[in-house]
C-alpha cells in the first residue's frame, strides 16, 4: 500500500464532522452493558477499545493497545472489589492485511489465590474477611490476602488453531505477572496508589517480535458522555458550546484495564501500514453451577467445553447503538469475517432518523443505502485508514504510518480538526467520539466530500439535508485529562473518595 501523502491526509482533514463509529448516537456509555446476555456477565463486559501511535516521548516506533472491561465501578466495591474472571480468555486481535480475520492474538488469561490469612481469635485461627490484612506497598506483599495474577500469550494465525508463543518477563523471564489490587483508599496505600501500580508496568519479551511493556489494573473510567440527558430525550442543546459543562456521568467511576505496548513492525505486515483490531472476551460452553463450593476461591463453577465468544469491541458505541436489539447476542459472539449479516443496521441506519424526530430541524440523511456509513464503519476511509486490499468488516483501524501528536498539541476531534494521528485513525483516550458519531450520523461525509465525491464514500452534499450539524452533548476532555505515559489512563478513584 502506498504511504499516505500529507496533502490527502490534509484533505481527510475536512471530516469536521465525521470520523466516527459510523451511524452511532451514543447511549448509556461506549459499549457498557450493551447486549441482553452481557449484562449479567460484567467480569468479560468489554466497554471499550483504543488503538494509537504511543505518544510517550521516546516511543513512537511503538502501538499502544488499551482494552476495558467490567463497568461501571464504584471505587468503593469492596471486599471483593473487582478482579478478571479466571475461567474467561480475555484477546486482543490484530487483522495486519485486510482481510477481516485475525493474524495475531494477544491472550489474556487471570488466576486469583487466596492466602488463606487468619487472625487468632480465642483458640481459633479464623480467615480475615477483607482482601488486604494491613498496609500495602511493593509487588505481592504478605499483607496482600488475594493475589491476582495473568499470562499473556502472542498466537499468529487462526487464535484456537495458530502458532503459540509465551510473553515474558523482561527481568527474570518469568511468564505469570502480578495484577495490583484496585484503589482501596489511601490510608492502604502509604506510598501513594501511583507509586504501586506503577510497579506492574512490566518490560516484556514477545516472541518474534522484540521487547513491549504490559500493564492490567484498575483505571479511572477514561469514557465521558452527558449519558443522563441523552437518555431524557436528548434534554441539551445539541447545537450549543461542545464544552458546556453538562456532567459526564462516568465521572465517579473506574474500570479495568488491560494494557499492550507492542513495536508498529511486530503487527504489520506485506508493507501495509494499516492495522485493524478488536477485543473479545470468551467463556467456555459448559458451567456447572455448584451452590456449595468448597473451600477458596473462584470455585462456584466448574467449566468445561470450547471457548465460546460472549463480547466484541472494535469501533465505540456500535452493538450498544447500531445493532438492534435482537441482534446484540449475536454481534457479540460473532467475528468481522461475518460481518455481512448486520449490514442492514449500517445501510438503513434507524438513529439519524430517531434525532430527526427529537429535532425536526434536523433532516436525516435518505440516500439508502448508506454508502458513507458503510465506508467509516465498515472500510476506513480512503487515504486515511482504509487498507488496501480491504473486506468490509467493522473494527477499529490504525494507520500506523502517521506520527503520533504530543499530548500537548492533540485535539479531541482528531481528523476532524487536522490531528490526523486521532480518531478516527485509531483512538486515543481524549477523542471526542460522541460528537463525532452524532455528526457523521446527521451526514457529515456527505456534505464534506463534495460534489465531486472527493472521499470516495458514494455520496453527496444534497444528501444531506442538516449537512451532518455541529452536534455535541456539552461534554468535553483534553488529553490533559489523561496521562501522557504509558499506560495512558488516569489513577482510578480510591474507595474513600467521597469521605
Known amino acids: ?258 494494557a499492550l505496548e507492542v513495536p508498529i513492525a511486530c503487527l504489520t505486515a506485506g508493507g501495509d501500514p494499516v492495522l485493524g483490531a478488536y477485543t473479545t472476551a470468551s467463556l467456555r460452553q459448559g458451567q456447572l453451577v455448584n451452590p456449595m463450593p468448597g473451600s477458596g476461591l473462584n470455585n462456584a463453577t466448574k467449566e468445561g467445553g470450547a471457548w465460546t465468544q460472549v463480547s466484541r469491541l472494535g469501533m465505540p458505541l456500535v452493538n450498544e447503538v447500531v445493532i438492534g436489539l435482537e441482534d446484540k447476542d449475536r454481534f457479540n459472539a460473532s467475528k468481522p469475517k461475518d460481518d455481512a449479516q448486520f449490514l442492514n443496521y449500517v445501510t438503513n441506519p434507524v438513529l439519524p432518523k430517531l434525532v430527526e424526530t427529537l429535532f425536526p430541524s434536523a433532516k436525516a440523511p435518505a440516500n439508502f443505502p448508506r454508502t458513507d456509513l458503510v465506508t467509516v464503519f465498515l472500510k476506513g476511509i480512503r487515504g486515511l485508514n482504509q487498507p488496501a486490499n480491504v473486506t468490509p468488516s467493522e473494527m477499529l483501524r490504525l494507520n500506523t504510518s502517521i506520527a503520533p501528536t504530543p499530548a500537548a498539541s492533540q485535539s479531541p476531534l482528531g481528523v476532524a480538526a487536522g490531528d490526523n494521528a486521532g480518531f478516527p485513525n485509531g483512538r486515543r483516550p481524549a477523542d471526542d467520539i460522541v460528537d463525532l458519531s452524532l455528526r457523521v450520523a446527521m451526514g457529515a461525509l456527505c456534505t464534506l466530500t463534495g460534489t465531486a465525491d472527493t472521499l470516495q464514500v458514494g455520496c453527496k452534499p444534497a444528501d444531506a439535508p442538516a449537512g451532518g450539524l455541529a452536534l455535541t452533548d456539552g461534554v468535553r476532555r483534553t488529553a490533559a485529562d489523561y496521562q501522557s505515559a504509558f499506560p495512558y489512563l488516569t489513577t482510578p478513584l480510591p474507595g474513600s473518595f467521597n469521605q
Open 1 to 258: 500500500m502506498q504511504r499516505r501523502s500529507p496533502g490527502v491526509l490534509l484533505k481527510s482533514t475536512l471530516l469536521a464532522t465525521t470520523i466516527a463509529s459510523a451511524v452511532v448516537m451514543p447511549a448509556m456509555a461506549s459499549s457498557h452493558r450493551e447486549g441482553p446476555y452481557i449484562t449479567g456477565a460484567p467480569k468479560v463486559d468489554g466497554t471499550d477499545f483504543y488503538m494509537f501511535r504511543s505518544y510517550e516521548p521516546g516511543r513512537q516506533d511503538y502501538v499502544t493497545l488499551l482494552a476495558n472491561y467490567i463497568p461501571f465501578q464504584d471505587p468503593q466495591g469492596g471486599p471483593h472489589f473487582y478482579q478478571f474472571d479466571p475461567n474467561a480468555l480475555y484477546e486482543i486481535h490484530i487483522d495486519n492485511n485486510g482481510d477481516a480475520k485475525e493474524d495475531i492474538t494477544f491472550q489474556f488469561r487471570f488466576k486469583s489465590t487466596s492466602k488463606r490469612t487468619a487472625l487468632p481469635i480465642g483458640d481459633k485461627q479464623v480467615p480475615i474477611p477483607l482482601i488486604n490484612s494491613s498496609t500495602i506497598s511493593g509487588v505481592n506483599p504478605a499483607s496482600l490476602n488475594v493475589r491476582e495474577t495473568y499470562t499473556v500469550d502472542i498466537v499468529r494465525g487462526d487464535r484456537r488453531g495458530g502458532t503459540r508463543g509465551t510473553v515474558t518477563n523482561v527481568n527474570g523471564g518469568g511468564a505469570e505477572f502480578d495484577k495490583p489490587v484496585d484503589n482501596i483508599g489511601g490510608k492502604t496505600f502509604p506510598d501513594g496508589y501511583d507509586t504501586y501500580a506503577n510497579q506492574h508496568i512490566y518490560n516484556v519479551a514477545i516472541p518474534g517480535c522484540g521487547n513491549g511493556r504490559v500493564f492490567v489494573g484498575q483505571r479511572k473510567e477514561p469514557f465521558y458522555i452527558a449519558v443522563g440527558k441523552i437518555f431524557d430525550l436528548f434534554n441539551l442543546n445539541p447545537l450549543g458550546p461542545e464544552n458546556a459543562g453538562n456532567k459526564n456521568d462516568l465521572e465517579n467511576k473506574n474500570i479495568s484495564t488491560i
